[in-house]
């Protein structure tokens, strides 16, 4: 058996900078990746595709046959003229609709680990346009590296980051994309276009400046984020705000100490809410 992993996606900031005429927002969002991840599995035992799910989120996943890992490996035999079989094994570690970007980094690591077990070996490049038809994040995720992402959030350009220890926050409860935008589509005007170089650094000076558009609308639509929000204020971390349209949060820090300290403390204050901690890839 053959194994990747799929990591945790964060927003360092988000803005919505327009519309297109389908209805879908236009972003500018800096994509990073945690250490915390699900995983992913695959032997070829010549049977017909299929997934088996394990974890503490899997009974929270739509039905294996819909999931975007099944796509993921059809999308990916479509492109390359393989044939689809083997099994994979999803262990999903990963809070579900939380903001972490789960499902698109899982058919991300569903793309390059069966990229190696059919022998395609296509570059990422290459793997890209396949992501692409499977979500707007799936290839930020395929790279796991920091990027600026602009169109939808799949326009990229890829960004140098600190390795800061990176806490994650998850109330337990899930909350719509769709719904977060509507809201802010109700509530919300679009942030100015801002220019970034090519090749940037990430820094303390840029994320202070910027800000994730969709947190007031998820905070009116679910309580908790406030609330999750407020307790990693309370830690001292270098920045904390809420990843994509909620309602994970998270907190950045100096050093592991001050990162676990916080975890401690948001743990025993909330034991009902899910904790992780890790470094930016």
């Given at each position: ?153 799949d326009l990229l350009r890829p960004w140098a980051c600190p390795r800061w220890h990176t ?60 609330d999750i929000l407020e307790e990693l204020g309370r830690g001292d971390p270098l920045l ?42």
């Amino acid at each position: 058996m053959i194994q990747e992993n799929a990591y945790a996606k964060i927003n360092l900031f988000l803005h919505c900078v327009g519309r297109r005429s389908d209805g879908y927002h236009l972003l500018q969002t800096l994509f990073a990746f945690v250490s915390v991840c699900d995983r992913i599995g695959y032997k070829d035992d010549g049977a017909s595709l299929s997934l088996e799910i394990s974890g503490p989120f899997a009974n929270k996943l739509e039905a294996a046959g819909d999931n975007l890992v099944i796509r993921a490996a059809h999308a990916l035999a479509e492109a390359t003229g393989q044939a689809v079989r083997g099994r994979l094994m999803l262990e999903k570690l990963l809070p579900v609709a939380a903001g972490l970007g789960g499902g698109s980094a899982d058919a991300a690591a569903c793309l390059r680990l069966l990229n190696r077990a059919w022998g395609i070996d296509w570059p990422l490049d290459r793997l890209e346009p396949v992501a692409s038809v499977l979500g707007a994040d799936v290839p930020a995720c395929l790279y796991n590296r920091a990027a600026l992402g602009e169109g939808i959030g799949d326009l990229l350009r890829p960004w140098a980051c600190p390795r800061w220890h990176t806490l994650l926050v998850n109330p337990g409860r899930a909350l719509l994309t769709a719904e977060v935008f509507a809201c802010y589509q109700s509530n919300g005007t679009y942030t100015k276009v801002q220019d970034y170089d090519l090749q940037q650094q990430v820094s303390l000076d840029i994320l202070s400046c910027t800000g994730n558009d969709l947190q007031d609308p998820a905070c009116a639509k679910l309580d908790a984020v406030r609330d999750i929000l407020e307790e990693l204020g309370r830690g001292d971390p270098l920045l904390y705000r809420m990843s994509g349209s909620g309602p994970s949060c998270f907190a950045l820090y100096e050093d592991e100490q001050s990162c676990m300290k916080a975890k401690q403390e948001i743990r025993t204050n909330n034991p009902d809410w899910w904790v992780a901690h890790g470094k930016l890839l």
